[in-house]
């Protein structure tokens, strides 16, 4: 039902303030009875410690119960039983009678088994929704997983190149390191050589020049 002119929660809750007051009534003119307890076991919603650290998971909470609320349809159908039973507790049997009770002053065909069909259908429609946003973000992860994959690959394919350059760059370097060093010592002799003979030529050129200029002085002081 999607609109009502009046609040659940506030009617179950004044029915069931006004039970207890009458059973106090009760119980004040009558000897004090022990009632076997028909509660259910406390519940306690828990959730895995890294939901509780999840900052997406308020807001997707939200977007199932506005997408429950947005199935509703009009009239009297397990969403108010639902909302009915959460209002007073889930855990409370009481709380189901009187969800039931007040369901069929609205919809008097009221049955169980209508509302565990609508109870299905909730289900499927809800798993519909999960369904299809589950595949969108397997299919998301897996499109991101394979494109770091690929990434991953393509920079270890370089980066192992680039390795192997670096490698035979240094074996290349030291290779001419060795060259460096040898130069020296091979062409040592003939630069020796080469010098020598540059000293000779010297030596040689000066010999005649200075045996030629002094025949030339002579002849000046002579002659």
């Known amino acids: 039902m ?9 009617l179950f809750i004044n029915e069931e303030a006004v039970k207890s007051q009458e059973s ?4 004040s003119s009558s000897p004090a009875a022990t009632a076997p307890s028909n509660k259910f076991p406390a519940h306690t919603e828990s959730f895995p410690t890294n939901s509780l650290t999840n900052p997406f998971l308020n807001e997707i909470f939200e977007v199932y119960d506005k997408g429950f609320e947005s199935l509703n349809e009009a009239g009297f159908d397990f969403f108010e ?6 209002a007073v507790g889930p855990t409370n049997p009481q709380s189901y009678q009187m969800a039931f009770t007040m369901g069929k002053t609205i919809k008097p065909d009221l049955t169980k088994e209508f509302l ?9 429609e809800i798993e519909k929704v999960y369904a299809k946003y589950d595949t969108i973000g397997k299919s998301k992860k897996t ?5 770091i994959t690929k990434e991953k690959y393509n920079l270890s394919k370089s980066i192992a190149e680039l390795e192997a350059r670096i490698l035979e760059l240094q074996k290349e370097l030291e290779a001419k390191k060795v060259e460096l060093q040898k130069i ?3 062409n040592m ?3 020796s050589e080469i010098q020598l003979k540059m000293d000779a030529n010297n030596l040689a050129k000066e010999r005649i020049l200075t045996s030629i200029n002094t025949v030339i002085t002579g002849i000046n002081q002579y002659l």
């Open 189 to 191: 002799e003939q630069l």
């Open 143 to 147: 499109e991101l997983d394979n494109n």
């Open 116 to 124: 565990l069909q609508k109870g299905s259908f909730y289900i499927a």
């Open 2 to 10: 999607t609109k009502e002119s009046f609040n659940w929660k506030s």
């Open 81 to 86: 039983m639902y909302k009915s039973v959460m």
């Open 184 to 186: 020296d010592p091979i």
């Open 24 to 27: 106090t009534t009760v119980q």
